[in-house]
């Protein structure tokens, strides 16, 4: 009886054990790469079916200036509101044209359908690429990278691109960064390692060499969102003489708003917080006019 005790604590400890080293270290060893990333696809395709609305401070450079700006998440799609420009506020004129245009947002119904048609364009297109990327590439493990796995990928000769997006996605190669806790995807940096025809090049191709770099944080427990995306292709297209696709952005200060957020109240809520900053500028600068008074003032005496 007593022996009988002793097994049965032996084999509780075993299986916290067991369960223990299986939270910690995911089922990587029972996976192999391509199974681990078609469960990671997976994952982030689930997340896109539920709503999780974030406002964000994001700095874009583009033409040798860096935009500041703030960014709310709608159901409708994401707006912005300019911030600074170059570390500085932003001048008379630029402050004009960004009120005009989130004035044309809000007033505007076709403006507004244009939003959400391309917000969801772009929705579907994401969609179709996760669904593919683990027939479209050769996954290699390269073992770990801190607390992340890192998979080596390259195209597969054998997966045939359907469509412009996948072809481009296709001629990609690099590495990736999973996080196994949750299997999501971290980060991911590729090289255009050919160029690309479209239309067996008459309606357009892509520059060999063109590269994409994407980093992804995690804000709450299956809720990621990307903090760093930088592409830089380059090449032609039939009804342009040169197509380019630079993004360089970082997202942070991240701030969860309301998942039934639309434009109309995402708008209310920037020029609530433009009043609110406007108020403040003009105490301040009250405040400042009456400190430079009362020096003079006490100068003369």
């Known amino acids: 009886m007593k ?97 005009d245009r989130l004035r044309d947002l809000r007033e505007n119904p076709q403006t507004q359908s244009k939003l959400k048609k391309d917000r969801e364009a772009e929705e579907q297109k994401l969609d179709n690429l996760l669904r593919v990327i683990p027939d479209a590439f050769l996954f290699e493990d390269q073992g770990k990278q801190g607390d992340l796995e890192k998979l080596k990928f390259r195209p597969n000769p054998a997966y045939k691109p359907a469509t412009y997006e996948e072809a481009a996605l296709h001629a990609i190669s690099g590495t990736l960064l999973i996080d196994l806790r949750e299997q999501r995807l971290a980060q991911v940096s590729g090289t ?38 930088r592409i830089d292709f380059d090449g032609r297209f039939a009804l342009f003489k040169k197509v380019s696709r630079h993004l360089d952005e970082t997202h942070s200060d991240f701030e969860p708003v309301p998942p039934d ?25 009250a405040h400042l006019v009456y400190l430079i008074v009362f020096l003079q003032i006490s100068t003369r005496s």
């Not at 192999?32 to 896109?48: A, G, I, S």
């Not at 957020?261 to 600068?285: D, G, H, M, P, W």
Request: net charge positive.
């Open 3 to 99: 022996m009988l005790q002793t097994l049965r604590r032996h084999c509780r400890l075993l299986a916290l054990v067991a369960f223990w080293v299986q939270s910690v270290f995911p089922l990587l060893a029972a996976q192999n790469p391509k199974d681990l990333m078609t469960d990671v696809c997976n994952n982030e395709l689930q997340q896109r079916k539920h709503i999780a609305l974030w406002a964000s401070q994001v700095e874009r450079r583009t033409a040798g200036h860096v935009y500041r700006e703030e960014e709310i998440e709608t159901v409708d799609g994401p707006i912005h509101r300019l911030l600074l420009v170059d570390s500085r506020e932003p001048s008379l004129s630029e402050r004009e044209r960004d009120d």
């Open 261 to 285: 957020t639309n434009l109309q109240r995402a708008l209310e809520r920037i020029v609530r917080k433009s009043a609110i900053i406007s108020s403040l500028f003009r105490y301040a600068l």
């Open 192 to 229: 255009l390692a050919r160029p690309v025809n479209f239309g067996y090049g008459l309606v357009g191709h892509l520059n060999q060499g063109g590269v994409i770099e994407v980093v992804r944080i995690g804000l709450s427990p299956g809720v990621w969102r990307t903090s760093l995306l």
